[in-house]
């Protein structure tokens, strides 16, 4: 199943407090950026990737893809101040996409068979997403004091990507701007249409690099995987 994949890359890392986008630092001496459009790149399934990205950044973005041999880049739109903003600035450039793909760029182990995975899920149900299943016992706390303790069979934890039919994305995504309404990933935009979403089983690997604990964590798993 052949998809276009959307890649949020206009964030200011402010967490990682490197003091520059957290996408051009490295991991084994290539930008977190390029591990990550490099999964896409060598993927025969996807046949278009997009960035969106901040407008002073752009030019050297261009040039780290130039320097990586990166040809499947179809377009670099503006983002915007929140990531949705800066998926639905995609979405309004593509055409003739059936099944789009939301992926934190900073996310740079996802494997090829999960993305076949998601892609084939959402073609046939509309909406996947990647996650894993909880490990840790959940607690809800509120003001220091535990009030209750989760049973955590039903709990995951939401990674990326997301995948979707391109037409139902992109009704969802037209709602939510229509009235203003802010959602903390895609899947709750389309949930918000009364649509389900279905979980893909993804990997403990497939980090959000975010903090500097991340970087030596992710070097370590770059590291393992080349042996």
């Known amino acids: 199943m052949h998809y ?10 402010k967490r990682m407090g490197a003091g520059q986008n957290k996408l051009f630092l490295t991991l084994l001496d290539k930008p977190i950026l390029i591990h990550t459009l ?13 960035l969106a990205v901040k407008d002073t950044e752009r030019d050297y973005i261009q040039s780290l893809i130039a320097k990586y041999n990166i040809t499947k880049i179809k377009g670099l739109p503006t983002g915007g101040t929140e990531r949705q903003h800066s998926v639905h600035s995609c979405l309004k450039e593509m055409k003739d996409v059936e099944i789009v793909l939301v992926h934190d760029a ?9 993305i076949e995975k ?8 509309g ?7 909880a490990k840790d016992t959940m ?9 209750e303790t989760v049973d955590r ?50 990997s403990y690997d497939n980090v959000k690099i975010t903090t500097q604990e991340d ?6 798993i770059l590291k393992a995987r080349a042996k």
């Open 127 to 133: 909406a996947a997403i990647a996650g894993v299943r």
């Open 139 to 147: 607690k809800i706390v509120r003001e220091g004091i535990i009030k």
């Open 106 to 114: 900073a996310r740079p182990f996802i494997t090829a068979p999960i």
């Open 38 to 50: 490099l999964v896409f790149e060598q993927d025969e399934a996807c046949s278009g990737i997009w």
């Open 153 to 202: 069979e039903s709990l995951w934890m939401i990674q990326t990507p997301q995948a979707f039919r391109f037409n139902l994305l992109a009704e969802a995504e037209g709602a939510a701007e229509k009235v203003g309404f802010l959602g903390t990933d895609e899947a709750m935009l389309v949930e918000r249409l009364g649509h389900e979403v279905y979980v893909v089983e993804s």
């Open 118 to 125: 998601l892609a084939d899920t959402a073609y046939e149900k």
């Open 4 to 13: 276009e994949v959307v890649l949020p890359a206009a964030g200011s890392g």
């Open 215 to 220: 970087l030596i964590f992710g070097e370590a």
